[in-house]
């Protein structure tokens, strides 16, 4: 089943504890992405990758990192959380292809507490 | 990327059909409009995109006027199980506009039985 994945789905931490939410798809897309949903502030991305080792910054990047060593694999990494990093994460991927109309496919959700 | 404008919330009954307006005044020549569909506590799924004129699927229909400077998603007798958060993107293939998406904060549709 095509599908995107992510891992873990709820988690608790405390601040400054570093954490890696992790991404997978089987869709071979080249193109994926990370949100991050907050009540009233709609979903806003926080970074995005065009393909292999090539990643770049959304909206609201600060405090998060994200890396891109295989095509179906980006996590995403906070090296040090803080309590207003708590919030719902998606992980989202789409072709990403030249000509392509890119519907995205997302993950089931992260729902992420900090401490 | 063009900006777009969608009402904030919309209340309908059972039975009713909806129709949700996005405003994208900007829009360009080559940019393609996408809505998308977020239940409660999970990811946004893709219901229809459109260019221009009409779109229909077996979910919903996609109006676009002639000057594409607004867009309509029309939902036929909506049920309880419609009500959710409705997002209007509009732009071109990721690949031709660098990779940002804008979602914003979509329309939360609420339907009364």
């Known amino acids: 089943e095509a599908q995107v994945t992510q891992n873990p789905r709820y988690l608790i931490t405390v601040t400054g504890k570093k954490l890696t939410v992790t991404c997978s798809q089987n869709m071979n897309h080249e193109y994926m992405s990370w949100y991050r949903q907050d009540p009233g502030l709609g979903l806003r991305q926080i970074y995005y990758s065009m393909n292999v080792e090539v990643t770049d910054k959304g909206d609201v990047p600060e405090g998060y990192k994200v890396s891109r060593k295989e095509k179906r694999n980006f996590p995403l990494i906070l090296e040090s959380p803080s309590p207003n990093q708590t919030s719902l994460y998606f992980c989202?991927?789409?072709?990403?292809?030249?000509?392509?109309?890119?519907?995205?496919?997302f993950g089931p959700g992260t729902r992420l507490t900090v401490l | 990327l063009a900006k777009t404008t969608q009402p904030i919330s919309m209340d309908s009954y059972e039975g009713q059909e909806v129709n949700i307006t996005c405003s994208h005044n900007?829009?360009?020549?080559?940019?393609?409009i996408t809505w998308y569909q977020q239940f409660p506590s999970q990811g946004p799924r893709f219901i229809i995109q459109g260019y221009k004129t009409k779109v229909t699927n077996e979910v919903a229909s996609l109006f676009i006027p002639a000057d594409r400077k607004s867009s309509t998603l029309s939902l036929p007798r909506v049920s309880l199980s419609d009500t959710a958060v409705y997002y209007c993107l509009v732009g071109q293939a990721l690949y031709n506009q660098g990779g940002k998406l804008i979602f914003g904060q979509g329309t939360e549709l609420s339907v009364k039985p």
């Open positions: 989202a991927s789409s072709l990403g292809l030249a000509g392509n109309t890119d519907t995205q496919y």
């Open positions: 900007n829009i360009a020549t080559n940019d393609y």
